[in-house]
C-alpha cells in the first residue's frame, strides 16, 4: 500500500520568511498526481497546488511551488515571503493515475505564522 | 453557495445514538467520498462510491454504513456511537480522473464536527 510521510508535526515561520515543508512518499508506480492541501483554522480543505509526476518541472502557484523529487520520492512544499494567512495545517497527497485510486494523505504539518 | 454541503456543521450525541450525516453536492462529479480527520492521523477513507449504483469500503468503514441516495447525496450513518467516533468528518467529490484536466483532486465539504460522549 502507498504511504505518505510528513514527519514535521508543527512547524513556524516569521511573517515574510520562508519555510519547506516536508513530504515523502512510498510507491512502485512511475504514474502518479501528488497534492498539497491546506486546512486553515475555518477546518476547510484547500487545494494548494499539484504535481504529476510525469512533469519535471516543479509547480509554481504565486508563492507556493514545490520541490518534487521523484528517485528521492519527495514533495516538499516551499512557502516564500509567509504571511498570517499561510497559518494551518498542510496535507501532502497521493494518488495513482490510473483506474479507481484514491488519495492517500499524510498526517499534517501545523504552520505558525510568527508575526 | 458551497459546492459541496454538509450537515450537520457540529453535533454533540451520546453512545449508542444513531448519527446521520449528509451531503450533497452541485459540482456534478460521480465520485463521493466520506474522510474522517483525527489529530495526528490525518485523513482516513471511510467510504467511497463511484456512481449511485457503486458503493466501496475505505480503510476504516467498521461502525459506518453509508447510502448513495441520488448523484448529488452521499450520506453516512452511525448505527450505534461509541466515543471513539469522535472526529471531523470530511465528505469531498471529485471528477473521474480520465476527465479532461482532472487530475482526480479532491473538492471538500466544510466538515462535520462529531462529538459522541
Known amino acids: 500500500a502507498q504511504t505518505v510521510t510528513q514527519s514535521q508535526p508543527e512547524m513556524s515561520v516569521q511573517e515574510a520568511e520562508t519555510v519547506t515543508l516536508s513530504c515523502t512518499y512510498d510507491?512502485?508506480?512511475?504514474?502518479?498526481?501528488l497534492f498539497w492541501y491546506k486546512q486553515p483554522p475555518s477546518r476547510q480543505m484547500i487545494l494548494v497546488i499539484r504535481?504529476?509526476?510525469?512533469?519535471?518541472q516543479n509547480a509554481t502557484e504565486n508563492r507556493f511551488s514545490v520541490n518534487f523529487q521523484k528517485a528521492a520520492k519527495s514533495f516538499s512544499l516551499k512557502i516564500s515571503d509567509s504571511q498570517l494567512g499561510d497559518a494551518a495545517m498542510y496535507f501532502c497527497?497521493?494518488?495513482?493515475?490510473?483506474?479507481?485510486?484514491?488519495?492517500?494523505f499524510g498526517t499534517g504539518t501545523r504552520l505558525t505564522i510568527i508575526p | 453557495d458551497a459546492d459541496v454541503t454538509q450537515t450537520p456543521r457540529n453535533r454533540i450525541t451520546k453512545t449508542g445514538k444513531r448519527i446521520m450525516l449528509e451531503c450533497s453536492q452541485t459540482?456534478?462529479?460521480?465520485?463521493m467520498y466520506w474522510y474522517r480527520q483525527d489529530p495526528g492521523l490525518g485523513l482516513r477513507l471511510i467510504y467511497y462510491s463511484f456512481d449511485v449504483k457503486d458503493i466501496n469500503k475505505g480503510e476504516i468503514s467498521d461502525g459506518y454504513s453509508v447510502s448513495r441516495q441520488a448523484q448529488a447525496k452521499f450520506s453516512l450513518s452511525l448505527e450505534s456511537a461509541i466515543p471513539n467516533q469522535t472526529a471531523l468528518y470530511f465528505c469531498?467529490?471529485?471528477?473521474?480522473?480520465?476527465?479532461?484536466?482532472?487530475?482526480?483532486?479532491?473538492?471538500f465539504g466544510e466538515g462535520s464536527r462529531l462529538t459522541v460522549l
Open positions: 469531498a467529490t471529485s471528477q473521474h480522473p480520465s476527465s479532461e484536466g482532472s487530475s482526480g483532486e479532491l473538492f
Open positions: 504535481q504529476e509526476a510525469y512533469k519535471q
Open positions: 497527497a497521493y494518488r495513482i493515475n490510473f483506474g479507481n485510486e484514491k488519495l492517500t
Open positions: 459540482k456534478g462529479h460521480d465520485r
Open positions: 510507491t512502485s508506480e512511475s504514474d502518479y498526481y
